[in-house]
């Protein structure tokens, strides 16, 4: 089981950066493939990006040039480094975390969810 906890968010004008972290304080961490997803009032829970336990990634094409997802095994944490921010990036940011291989830009798919971190950009 991961217990998740994400750090990070706050408030940045557009074209500013942001760095996510997402510690896990369990024992398996190298084992789960990690994601990132983003909610809006009133909307549904987006996917963002996922790296695999290999280190493969995948992005959502709105974020594709702009964000990357990078994850050290050793410190049991994922990151995502968020630039050129754009005001429709504004969400509270969850990290998840899933056993699974494939279809992981479906919330459904993951086993375990962070509190979330709210990322706000002005412009």
């Known amino acids: 089981q991961v217990q998740l906890v994400e750090s990070g968010g706050g408030l940045v004008q557009a074209g500013g950066s942001l760095r996510l972290s997402c510690a896990d304080s369990?024992?398996?961490?190298?084992?789960?493939?990690m994601g990132w997803f983003r909610q809006c009032p009133g909307k549904d829970r987006e996917f963002v990006a996922v790296?695999?336990?290999?280190?493969?990634?995948t992005y959502t094409d709105s974020v594709k040039g702009r964000f990357t997802i990078s994850r050290d095994n050793a410190k049991n944490t994922v990151y995502l480094q968020m630039n050129s921010l754009k005001p429709e990036d504004t969400a509270i940011y969850y990290c998840?975390?899933?056993?699974?291989?494939?279809?992981?830009?479906?919330?459904?798919?993951?086993?375990?969810w962070g509190q979330g971190t709210q990322v706000t950009v002005s412009s």
């Open positions: 369990g024992r398996t961490f190298s084992s789960y493939a």
């Open positions: 998840a975390a899933s056993l699974r291989w494939t279809n992981l830009r479906a919330t459904g798919s993951y086993d375990s």
């Open positions: 790296i695999r336990s290999g280190g493969i990634t």
